[in-house]
């Protein structure tokens, strides 16, 4: 007669099975866990690259369309975590022709009189632009001087020109002729709830707007700058600030120095990388060299470039959170 099972073999059963019942749990909570976080970490991937390729762009056209007569700056740094840009081209919004929807960047013209149109010889076409918000800027086809700034997208005066179109509707950065001026900076407040609440969002404006988000959970920024002091063609000062282009010792910087003396524009960005993670320490920080002042500063730092002293600020309760150093190098080719 077969006989059932005893209750000691029930009981036994139940605990080997809750034993493998609670290894899976655990192993699927820890994969889910590990899941998450690697997402986490490829989206912030991914923003970085978009917002570190506007940046590495609008840094390369620093100065474009700028007449090299101007006294506006065509880069400057207005603080160490931010960042001015003037130039007639917005990478974000692009001018395009009605026709054919192509960008339209420069031409080579020929104007025979102011009010005409201009006769185009290299370059884009500029004779099918939007006529309700665009105009031309013209500078010298020889000196690169301001030549004219025109509202109907006709001719200035007679010459020949190499006219760059740009958005009217936008506020003007530049005293004697129309640029854009875009400018990064730090955001005041962190609204994001998957952010450490101190890091704050690295923002992108252009003209006079209150700026868009590009970069997210930044804990700190740095815009320092390769400087060829003495004129050689060689870099004499690595990561300096701003000032490191006073070449000639008169505490003010001006156009002209900066299209002789920039070499190279740095920035460094210390981000977060994924969420908050309680069974992670941070541990690869110094003290700060300088104490920050501001209460969302924790006093420690991360050393972004050893050979040059460069630190990047982490923030208040930063522990459980993972950080990563971004390096971008870039060389302005407008100036």
């Known amino acids: 007669m077969r006989r059932g099972f005893t209750l000691i073999e029930l009981l036994v059963t139940i605990v080997i099975v809750s034993i493998l019942l609670g290894a899976a749990y655990v192993t699927y909570v820890t994969i889910l866990g590990g899941f998450g976080r690697e997402t986490k970490s490829v989206e912030t991937q991914i923003e970085t690259v978009v917002g570190l390729e506007l940046i590495r762009l609008d840094i390369e056209h620093a100065g474009y369309g700028v007449g090299e007569d101007q006294p506006d700056l065509p880069l400057s740094s207005?603080?160490?975590?931010?960042?001015?840009?003037?130039?007639?081209?917005?990478?974000?919004?692009?001018?395009?022709?009605?026709?054919?929807?192509?960008?339209?960047?420069?031409s080579l013209v020929e104007c025979n009189g102011p009010g005409l149109i201009p006769v185009v010889r290299a370059g884009d076409d500029v004779t099918n632009l939007p006529t309700n918000n665009v105009g031309?800027?013209?500078?010298?086809?020889a000196n690169r001087f301001h030549a004219g700034t025109t509202t109907n997208t006709l001719c200035p005066g007679v010459g020949v020109f190499v006219a760059m179109p740009y958005d009217t509707t936008v506020a003007n950065g530049c005293l004697n002729q129309f640029c854009n001026i875009i400018s990064y900076f730090l955001s005041a407040v962190q609204p994001l709830q998957t952010c450490n609440p101190n890091t704050r969002n690295l923002l992108r404006a252009v003209g006079n707007a209150p700026g868009s988000p590009l970069i997210n959970c930044?804990?700190?920024?740095?815009?320092?700058?390769?400087?060829?002091?003495?004129?050689?063609?060689?870099?004499?000062?690595?990561?300096?600030?701003?000032?490191?282009?006073?070449?000639?010792?008169?505490?003010?910087?001006?156009?002209?120095?900066v299209r002789r003396g920039l070499k190279i524009v740095n920035v460094y960005l210390l981000i977060?990388?994924?969420?908050?993670?309680?069974?992670?320490?941070?541990?690869?920080?110094?003290?700060?060299a300088v104490t920050p002042t501001d209460p969302r500063l924790s006093g420690d730092c991360v050393v972004a470039n050893?050979?040059?002293?460069?630190?990047?600020?982490?923030?208040?309760?930063?522990?459980?959170?993972?950080?990563?150093?971004?390096?971008?190098?870039?060389i302005p080719m407008n100036l």
Request: net charge negative; glycine share 8%; proline share 4%.
């Open 78 to 106: 207005p603080a160490p975590d931010s960042l001015w840009i003037r130039s007639v081209l917005n990478n974000t919004r692009l001018i395009r022709d009605t026709v054919t929807g192509d960008p339209v960047h420069w």
């Open 136 to 141: 031309l800027v013209f500078l010298g086809a």
């Open 218 to 257: 930044v804990a700190d920024v740095r815009f320092t700058f390769d400087v060829d002091a003495n004129g050689d063609g060689t870099v004499d000062v690595r990561d300096g600030d701003f000032t490191a282009l006073d070449l000639n010792g008169d505490t003010m910087v001006t156009a002209d120095e």
């Open 272 to 288: 977060q990388e994924g969420g908050f993670d309680r069974d992670y320490t941070f541990r690869n920080f110094v003290t700060c």
């Open 306 to 330: 050893p050979t040059t002293g460069v630190q990047l600020n982490l923030p208040v309760g930063f522990a459980n959170y993972r950080w990563k150093v971004i390096k971008l190098s870039v």
